[in-house]
């Protein structure tokens, strides 16, 4: 019998990405592709770019059936509408995402759904269905990258809230930490916690580097101000989750996304801020890397297809 599959889509402000995942959570092998986007990217070019990978996934078929697409976005989104308006890519708001995809797939002879969520559920849907957080039923799937972003589990079903920006942690206030001034509000995670904001506060302090790799090697090389810059990311982080579990008595949070993967001690340094927190059930929130590598937003977007019973209906 021909296998299943799956078209998924993850959009953020570095690069989008498409990929054909089985219903047992495997990419299927040639079917991976991933194209530049950011913040100086022009609506043209992103199309391009979405296009470009969308139709190399679907290229690699085969006798598989698509069964549908997931589509995975940094946000925030307008869930009904299918748009979005990603912070970190300022040429597309309220841009019709779904829409797009959706033309490019019944351009190749397919009608199927699509679904489009905030990158975070499809974050915490990967994490829960084959990652880090199976068997638990309440779950944070965060990612730590350009942007911090966030996914919410409770009782086994997906949060997603009245737009679909539920889980939105990079833009909680965190006291006592000051960041960047990105977005107009420097006491934000993000601000202070992604891997853009973390080497310029690095660099604030004299670190003569300019990315992630970089102040990642000079952490492990012991360099002091490295140090110093990746503790205070993960004090931030730990101060946001212990908040984040106190409101939502979490069982878990696991963490993806390329600055996540800086160093290990990074989860140290989060463990030890939540272990300050006055509650017991919020110190007994566990904190883990994610067990799915640089896969789990694909996988992620795949779930929203293949987990489908677990996400409210669109309204």
Same mark, same amino acid.
């Given at each position: 019998m021909p296998s299943t599959v799956a078209l998924a889509v993850?959009?953020? =402000?570095?690069? +989008? !990405?498409?990929?054909?995942? *089985?219903?047992? =959570?495997?990419? +299927? !092998?040639?079917?991976?592709? *991933?194209?530049?986007?950011?913040?100086?990217?022009?609506?043209?070019?992103?199309?391009a770019s979405v296009t470009s990978v969308v139709r190399f996934a679907l290229a690699a078929l085969g006798d598989a059936e698509l069964v549908g697409a997931g589509i995975g976005c940094a946000g925030p989104i307008d869930r009904a509408a299918g748009a979005i308006s990603p912070l970190n890519v300022p040429s597309w708001r309220g841009y019709p995402m779904r829409e797009l995809v959706a033309g490019v797939v019944k351009d190749a002879g397919f009608e199927v759904p699509v679904t489009l969520e905030m990158d975070g559920v499809a974050i915490v849907l990967a994490e829960h269905w084959v990652g880090a957080a199976q068997g638990y039923s309440n779950v944070m799937g965060m990612v730590v990258s350009t942007g911090v972003g966030g996914g919410l589990i409770a009782n086994d079903r997906v949060i997603t809230g009245r737009t679909g920006n539920a889980g939105h942690i990079g833009h909680v206030e965190v006291a006592g930490i000051v960041g960047e001034t990105t977005f107009g509000n420097p006491n934000v995670l993000e601000a202070m916690a992604s891997g853009p904001h973390t080497v310029a506060f690095a660099r604030s302090q004299g670190f003569a580097g300019s990315t992630g790799e970089d102040l990642a090697a000079a952490y492990a090389a012991g360099d002091l101000v490295a140090r110093a810059a990746v503790e205070r990311t993960g004090r931030a982080l730990g101060q946001a989750i212990g908040s984040a579990s106190a409101l939502l008595d979490l069982d878990i949070v696991a963490i993806g996304g390329g600055f996540s993967h800086a160093t290990p001690d990074l989860f140290d340094f989060i463990r030890a801020r939540l272990a300050e927190h006055h509650f017991e059930f919020v110190r007994k929130t566990k904190v883990v890397p994610s067990g799915l590598s640089d896969e789990g937003p694909l996988i992620g977007a795949a779930a929203l297809i293949f987990r489908a019973e677990m996400i409210p209906p669109l309204a």
């Open positions: 993850d959009f953020g =402000g570095t690069k +989008v !990405e498409a990929a054909l995942v *089985r219903s047992d =959570g495997a990419l +299927v !092998e040639g079917s991976r592709l *991933r194209a530049a986007t950011g913040r100086s990217a022009e609506v043209a070019e992103l199309e």
